[in-house]
């Protein structure tokens, strides 16, 4: 772990200005009132935790920082911020949140959060991009059976991302 996510992940934020959003929960079944459901109980086992968190700079940069719990061991996943709230269809979260629509599916373009567990079933990841989200467009990280920008839908966590300037 990278000392930017160990500061974004334990202490809250990157700065004092701006508290960091902080959103967290156990992975459940689609069918259960929550806002974390897990899709694939193979690649996502009961008891599996979610937390992710953002941080906006005073230039409105964002920070998106990803931690993991009870995960497959040593397996390589897939994560990135969606469009929508996530719901019992996999598909309800909708596309990658692009900052420029239509531009690509790149880790420049859209909010990459890859990562590979440990021997204990723990990941983490972190990205900063120099813009922020726009209003009502980001709402959810979902999780994806391997890495990349694609792959099957196997979990996911509703976020209340905050765009730039809030």
């Known amino acids: 772990m990278g000392a930017a996510t160990a500061a974004l992940l334990a202490s809250g934020g990157t700065g004092a200005h701006d508290p960091a959003l ?5 992975f459940a079944d689609p069918g259960a009132a ?7 109980r193979t690649l996502v086992p009961e008891g599996a935790r979610i937390e992710v968190r953002e941080d906006i700079a005073p230039d409105g940069a964002t920070t998106v920082g990803l931690r993991v719990r009870g995960m497959v061991p040593g397996h390589a996943y897939g994560a990135h911020v969606h ?11 909708g596309g990658h949140y692009q900052h ?3 531009a690509g599916a790149t880790p ?7 990562f590979t567990t440990d021997a204990r079933g723990a990941g983490r990841a972190v990205t900063r991009h120099d ?35 809030r």
């Open 34 to 40: 929550s806002s974390a459901p897990a899709y694939d």
């Open 22 to 26: 902080r959103a967290q929960a156990r």
């Open 83 to 93: 469009e929508k709230p996530c719901g019992v269809d996999p598909a309800a979260a």
């Open 108 to 114: 420049r373009n859209e909010v990459w959060l890859d």
């Open 131 to 165: 813009w922020g989200f726009r209003p009502g467009e980001a709402g959810s990280v979902v999780i994806h059976d391997r890495p990349g920008n694609s792959g099957a839908r196997i979990a996911c966590l509703t976020v209340p991302f905050r765009p730039a300037g």
């Open 100 to 102: 420029r629509p239509g």
